[in-house]
T-cell receptor
Framework: NAGVTQTPKFRVLKTGQSMTLLCAQD?????MYWYRQDPGMGLRLIHY???????AKGEVPDGYNVSRLKKQNFLLGLESAAPSQTSVYFC??????????FGPGTRLLVL | GQQVMQIPQYQHVQEGEDFTTYCNSS?????IQWYKQRPGGHPVFLIQ?????EVKKQKRLTFQFGEAKKNSSLHITATQTTDVGTYFC???????????FGPGTRLSVLP
């Protein structure tokens, strides 16, 4: 099992550009999450999904959109990237309230 | 909203010394999880505590959930260089709701 994978691993964007981050899990988990991690601030929840076809806002959803068309995939989109979105993005999946399995992360730099 | 705090922010210890990090929530929690993140890596689940006053041990690591279920601690006995990393707690107010992560405690171990 690959667990949780994320693509790309690293990306540089110019302000105003758009991009999509892909998260895939092969553990048949219902719950999937997108977090961002900034120095000294831990992990903050952007959006999450409790099942295929469902999404919900987390703590810091502005500037991001998500989709969960297939159970194993959770996409995070940046419509118009801003320097404040420079961060490390982690995807995670879990069965109900159990261990969260994290992907390796995507480092995003917005110039 | 719910806030989760951790102290200290940083801790430098000599190999063989003990280490403790404390996690405090602004609200009563239903359960709390602990994660470890190595430098450049992703968070890895360590343990989940559910019961008031619960104490769990994993080799040299001891986890405790406070009686009021608003605080928790992680204690490492006789630290080793392999313990280096950032330790995060994550609390959930109600079973089934999302977890809020603390900012983490970064541990350095000097050989």
């Amino acid at each position: 099992n690959a667990g949780v994978t994320q693509t790309p691993k690293f990306r540089v964007l110019k302000t105003g550009q758009s991009m999509t981050l892909l998260c895939a899990q092969d553990m048949n988990h219902e719950y999937m999450y997108w977090y961002r991690q900034d120095p000294g601030m831990g992990l903050r929840l952007i959006h999450y999904s409790v099942g295929e076809g469902t999404t919900a806002k987390g703590e810091v959803p502005d500037g991001y959109n998500v989709s969960r068309l297939k159970k194993q995939n959770f996409l995070l989109g940046l419509e118009s990237a801003a320097p404040s979105q420079t961060s490390v993005y982690f995807c995670a999946s879990t069965a109900y309230q159990e261990t969260q399995y994290f992907g390796p992360g995507t480092r995003l730099l917005v110039l | 909203g719910q806030q989760v705090m951790q102290i200290p922010q940083y801790q430098h210890v000599q190999e063989g010394e003990d280490f403790t990090t404390y996690c405090n929530s602004s609200t009563t929690l239903s359960n709390i999880q602990w994660y470890k993140q190595r430098p450049g890596g992703h968070p890895v689940f360590l343990i989940q505590l559910v019961k008031s006053g619960e104490v769990k041990k994993q080799k040299r690591l001891t986890f405790q959930f406070g009686e009021a279920k608003k605080n928790s601690s992680l204690h490492i006995t006789a630290t080793q260089t392999t313990d280096v990393g950032t330790y995060f707690c994550a609390g959930s107010r109600n079973y089934g709701q999302n977890f809020v992560f603390g900012p983490g405690t970064r541990l350095s171990v000097l050989p």
